[in-house]
Every structure is written in C-alpha cells, then in structure tokens.
C-alpha cells in the first residue's frame, strides 16, 4: 500500500495522528506529546467528536480523526437496517463535522465525502463490514492525497527560504512542516535552514510538536515564548515568517492560532515577509462568515495543568484571531504562489 507518509516525523505518520481499527479509533494525544506518548482510544464516533473538542489532536489532526470516527460510526450501525443506518451516519457526519466551531465548514467535506462512499457501497448491495472498510481504505486514499498535495506547497515554500536562512513559525503546521521539511532535505544547501518556533501557549503547539517535527526531522530548531517574536525578529535575523491557516477567507483574511497577527504585524514592521500555506475557502467568501471559536477561559489561567493566578482572577481565550491581507506576501498553495488580493485565481 502506498503511503505518502513514508520519510516524515513520528508525529506525522497516519498511526500517530489517528487510526481506525478493530471497532475503536486511536488518537494520539498532542496535549501531552512529547512528554508523554499516550494514545486517546475511542469506541464511539461520539468518544472521537469530544476528543476533537478537548483539542486531543490539534491543527490536521481533527481531520483525519473525524475521516476515521466516520469509519468508527459505520462499524457501530453495521447491524442496522439501510434506514436507520443511513440516518445514523448522517448524524455521525454532522457531529463530527462540528466538533469545533471554527473549522466545521471544512470538516463537513471530510465527512460528506465518507458518506458518499456509503451511500455508494450501500448502492452497490454492499452492507456491514464491507463498508466500514470501504470508508476506511478511503480514509486512506484521502491521506496520500492530501499529504501528496501539500508536498507541493511544501516545495514552493522551500524556494522562499534562503539556502542559510532562519524561519519562523507559528503553532502547528501539520503537513506543510513535514513536506517542507523534505524538500529542504532534497534541496542542496537545504539542511542548513534553521527554525524559530514560538511557542504557542495555552497548549505549546510551537514548544511541542513543530519543533519536535522539525527535530526528528534532523533540522537545527528554537523555541520561544510567545512574547519574543518582534524582538527575536531582529536579533537572530529571521529571513521568513510563515504559519498555516484554519480559514483563508476569499478576501484575504487569514484565521489561525491567536499570535499569528501580532508577529505578522512585528513581520511587517521589519521589512520580513509573511507567507501562509493552505487551500483559499470559496465557503468562506469573506471574514463576516468565519465564527472564532472562544475557548475555556481557564486554559489561559494555568501552564500543562498548573495553575499560575490567584482565585478570582479572570481569563478569556479565543482560539484563533485575523490577520488583515496588507500583512500578508503571499497564500502558498499546491498550485504556486498566490496574493491574498487575487485568490479566485486558484480555482
């Protein structure tokens, strides 16, 4: 079986996002790793949509979790009749597909696909176990497919990065990090790059699990807090700032983790391009139709479950904020180099 997946981190590989099998999906949980290497198992397709919500698996991770809880779903209604089978996946669909906020729009294709794959096995006079695996070697196809389309923006953003540069990022990446990882590996001179990863509190996705990808992945790698970007900018001579994206609105704006707008704006103030990875969102045609997903507050009131604040003091936590376009350079995407003016051009 081809998989796309093959030279890349641990943290990368399909198992150790999540995976389906035997009537249970297990997720790694990046709330922990790499100070731990747990596992969250789920045996309902429900377990999956809460462990989605309790940021078990964060940035891609939420997809490939609810690819395979759709697997899950369908080997929990196997004995069904075709009706209540149906209507069971449709709700599994639409409970999985809103986990979170923020990224529903973009989960329901994930799990609308799954379902067009039952609704073609049960066309088919195929039932039970047969579709759950039919839904599950999809999940696989949708994987390579995915990883195979980022390894091209992995390769257009390498050619941004100087031979001997020094990036920086901002929370998690998922993919775009691994496959630019191998393209600079692939690249002569490549290997001398060096990272700066901010580190992304309320859960460290910068501390924990970029630069763990970056580091298995043999490159030199920094973390810092979140507060030193502008004023580490400039003093280890960042040539790059680039991040993903939760949502590229169709207007240009950029949602992703809270932080990205402020080292965009230090970026900017610096004279240091910003370029974000990702697909532009024709469901999301401006910033209006995007809803930032606020978060427990006290998240922000303790560190890795310590808390740090008197009682009574309060916090709040949206999850994500907005950059404007004028703060971007460009939108890297599997099809080159777009601006974030001129982004029907993708399609």
């Given at each position: 079986m081809h998989r796309a997946d093959y030279d890349?981190?641990?943290?990368?590989?399909?198992?150790?996002?999540?995976?389906?099998?035997?009537?249970?999906?297990?997720?790694?949980?990046?709330?922990?790793?790499?100070?731990?290497?747990?596992?969250?198992?789920?045996?309902?397709?429900?377990?999956v949509a809460r462990a989605i919500a309790d940021m078990v698996t964060q940035s891609g991770g939420p997809y490939t979790a609810a690819s395979m809880g759709m697997a899950l779903a369908a080997y929990e209604g196997a004995s069904l009749a075709e009706d209540k089978f149906i209507a069971h996946m449709t709700n599994a669909a639409h409970t999985l597909a809103n986990a979170r906020p923020t990224t529903a729009k973009n989960m329901a294709l994930i799990t609308e696909r799954a379902m067009n794959v039952v609704r073609n096995e049960l066309l088919a006079g195929r039932s039970g176990r047969t579709v759950v695996d039919a839904v599950f070697s999809d999940n696989i196809?949708?994987?390579?497919?995915?990883?195979?389309?980022?390894?091209?923006t992995g390769e257009h953003l390498c050619d941004l990065i100087p031979g001997n540069g020094v990036a920086m990022t901002q929370c998690f990446a998922e993919t775009v990090v691994g496959m630019l990882l191998r393209a600079l590996r692939n690249r002569k001179s490549g290997g001398n790059v060096k990272?700066?990863?901010?580190?992304?509190?309320?859960?460290?996705?910068?501390?924990?699990?970029?630069?763990?990808?970056?580091?298995?992945?043999?490159?030199?790698?920094?973390?810092?807090?979140?507060?030193?970007?502008?004023?580490?900018?400039?003093?280890?001579?960042?040539?790059?700032?680039?991040?993903a994206a939760d949502v590229i609105c169709m207007d240009g704006h950029i949602v992703n983790k809270t932080g990205t707008f402020q080292i965009a704006l230090a970026?900017?103030?610096?004279?240091?391009?910003?370029?974000?990875?990702?697909?532009?969102?024709?469901?999301?045609?401006?910033?209006?139709?995007?809803t930032i997903e606020q978060r427990d507050p006290a998240l922000v009131l303790e560190s890795m479950g310590l808390k740090h604040t008197l009682p009574g003091v309060?916090?709040?936590?949206?999850?994500?904020?907005?950059?404007?376009?004028?703060?971007?350079?460009?939108?890297?995407?599997?099809?080159?180099?777009?601006?974030?003016?001129?982004?029907m051009r993708y399609f």
């Open positions: 890349l981190a641990m943290l990368l590989k399909y198992e150790n996002v999540a995976w389906y099998e035997d009537g249970k999906v297990r997720i790694l949980d990046r709330r922990v790793y790499p100070i731990k290497t747990e596992y969250v198992v789920c045996e309902t397709y429900g377990q196809d949708r994987l390579n497919e995915h990883y195979t389309r980022y390894e091209k990272f700066i990863c901010p580190e992304t509190r309320p859960y460290y996705q910068g501390a924990r699990l970029t630069a763990s990808v970056i580091r298995d992945m043999g490159f030199d790698v920094t973390v810092i807090s979140d507060n030193m970007p502008a004023a580490v900018m400039k003093a280890k001579n960042v040539d790059i700032f680039t991040s970026a900017k103030h610096w004279g240091i391009p910003y370029f974000v990875t990702g697909t532009p969102n024709r469901q999301h045609p401006t910033i209006d139709t995007v309060a916090g709040y936590y949206p999850a994500f904020d907005i950059t404007p376009p004028k703060f971007c350079d460009g939108v890297v995407t599997d099809k080159g180099v777009f601006s974030c003016y001129d982004l």
